[in-house]
């Protein structure tokens, strides 16, 4: 007989310690087990039936830029196998609706035990398929067990009765209910917290889903699919597409598809909502989209900071993973009075950071993504240049073996430059000048994104401030403005930064509920 689960108060899941010689060791002995892996052939998976077509492609190590690291079907000369999945998933659909919230929640909690019991694989593939470093992909793998454990709680705790007014002679409630089929359309920067979080969320709140991660990271996507079949989830509630950007626009436009989840570049994100906003034939219902896009974000340095606190805080939300997150420092502003005081110790931490290969436990910065990423860096970096901007360290890429670009800081960047205003996603960081507190915070609201921002100050009149007018969806005083944990730091931003979903917070699952109230005349 099973033991029923005690669930009790949320917790984050604990980051590895990865100076311990047991934990190291254990986490270069996945590192070789993947390794042995590699280039394995993945099938979709459609209504629990693994499908597979003549067409492929291949994922790639950025930090290895020849090692293939797996096989997928190209489901963009076959988009057959959307309408299938979308097909599997409707039909699903009709029963897992109907499952109760508690039975639902267990799967998460399934997955969440099975995460834990291969953290170090997990992390792993993350090390091999995006080049992470140890660290990020511990980070990414320990936030995804989190998104498990939370969502599953808020299921539980959204399905209980829903308070509202009672008035004599009705018996009046009102519940939440699923929306229907949803398109899964993931980021490769966080492939396994981002893509599992968003895909069991919708699926915890009973609804069915078509997930397709990124071409670039789809063997992580893959792994975190052969555990939701090991939990043994009902078939179709989850389908499994791999493909580009064909695959991704029939999943949207469908008009069997009830909502759009996506993570991704603005321009995405904004074709996403264009295009769900045409009901397509056969369609009745206004689709719903969950946008999360991109950030131009600033730390704000005032005169009174404790510099060498900004210094470090800047340099690890500036160059964490490369710079690849959302949330990434891209914008140094610093205060004219201690400009070059912190601009001296930003170079100093920068030049000591070790650019490297992420199997290797102490590097710092590995390669970003791809071809495509290495070249737009360059040229970004180029740019600012050309506008007036003045190398400080960094600024050089190597591609000879993998995409690595130098961390990069650059100096005497305006307000208005490019790299002041586009979305580089690299490790690119821009210092601009400002005359005063008041000067900086007008450039940190300059720019059309508005997801995090980070204010240095020793002054609790100056961080209220922050308060009220940085425009941001995440606000960090006196610490980076990267590492938002769930249920600690519901995550999603404004303006061009996409819907605020706040992904990790108690709003999260009310983007794939409808409520319903019942009234009975007693």
């Given at each position: ?39 394995a ?12 077509i ?33 097909d ?42 995006v ?13 995804a ?15 209980q ?49 078509v997930l397709?991660p ?44 009830r ?20 009901p397509?034939e ?7 989209v ?7 974000d600033?730390?704000v ?8 606190a ?9 160059f ?33 950071l ?9 590097t710092n910065?590995a ?11 360059l ?14 360290v960094g ?7 993998g ?31 400002a ?18 921002g ?15 007018e940085?425009?941001?969806?995440n ?43 019942i009234?009975?005349?007693?």
């Amino acid at each position: 007989m099973q033991t029923k689960r005690v669930i009790d108060e949320f917790k984050n899941e604990p980051f590895t310690d990865f100076s311990k010689p047991e934990n190291a060791a254990a986490m270069q002995a996945a590192i070789e087990k993947v390794r042995g892996e590699l280039g394995a052939e993945y099938k979709c998976l459609i209504d629990g039936e693994r499908v597979a077509i003549e067409s492929k492609f291949k994922s790639f190590n950025p930090a290895k830029k020849d090692e293939v690291v797996g096989v997928f079907s190209e489901v963009d000369d076959d988009l057959s196998l959307v309408q299938r999945s979308i097909d599997a998933a409707t039909e699903a659909f009709k029963t897992w609706r109907n499952v109760p919230a508690a039975e639902r929640a267990e799967y998460l909690f399934k997955i969440a035990d099975i995460m834990r019991q291969r953290k170090y694989e997990l992390s792993a593939w993350m090390v091999v398929e995006v080049a992470k470093t140890w660290a990020e992909a511990d980070g990414d793998t320990a936030e995804a067990i989190d998104f498990m454990e939370f969502y599953a709680r808020e299921m539980l705790r959204w399905s209980q009765e829903q308070p509202i007014t009672k008035i004599p002679g009705e018996d009046n409630s009102m519940e939440y209910i699923p929306l229907g089929v949803g398109a899964i359309i993931p980021p490769w920067n966080f492939p396994l917290a981002i893509m599992s979080g968003m895909t069991m969320a919708a699926v915890v709140a009973g609804n069915t889903v078509v997930l397709k991660p990124s071409s670039d990271s789809p063997t992580i996507a893959a792994k975190f699919i052969e555990i939701v079949e090991e939990v043994g989830l009902p078939k179709g509630v989850v389908n499994f597409v791999t493909g580009s950007a064909a695959t991704g626009e029939a999943m949207t436009t469908s008009p069997k598809t009830r909502f759009i989840s996506f993570t991704g570049s603005k321009g995405v994100g904004l074709h996403i909502n264009e295009v769900a906003a045409k009901p397509r034939e056969g369609q009745i219902w206004i689709k719903r989209v969950v946008a999360e896009m991109g950030g131009k974000d600033a730390i704000v340095v005032a005169d009174d900071a404790d510099i060498d606190a900004a210094a470090t805080g800047a340099v690890q939300a500036a160059f964490g993973f490369q710079g690849q997150k959302c949330s990434a420092c891209s914008r140094l502003i610093v205060d004219e009075k201690v400009h070059d005081e912190i601009l001296e110790k930003v170079a100093e931490l920068t030049k000591n950071l070790k650019v490297g290969a992420p199997e290797d436990g102490d590097t710092n910065v590995a390669a970003v993504i791809n071809k495509r990423s290495f070249d737009k860096t360059l040229g970004y970096i180029e740019k600012g240049v050309a506008e007036g901007g003045e190398i400080v360290v960094g600024g050089k890429g190597d591609d000879s073996a993998g995409f690595f670009i130098e961390p990069t800081v650059i100096k005497n960047v305006k307000p208005g430059d490019t790299i002041e205003q586009e979305e580089i996603f690299a490790p690119v960081l821009a210092v601009i000048k400002a005359k005063d507190y008041d000067h900086a915070l007008e450039i940190a609201n300059g720019t059309e994104f508005g997801l995090t921002g980070s204010v240095y100050s020793a002054s609790e009149d100056r961080l209220e401030r922050a308060r009220r007018e940085f425009h941001v969806g995440n606000l960090y005083l006196n610490r980076k403005c990267t590492g938002a944990l769930v249920g600690v730091h519901p995550f999603g931003g404004f303006n061009m930064s996409g819907t605020d979903s706040k992904a990790g917070g108690r709003e999260y699952l009310l983007q794939f509920m409808q409520a319903k109230s019942i009234s009975r005349k007693v």
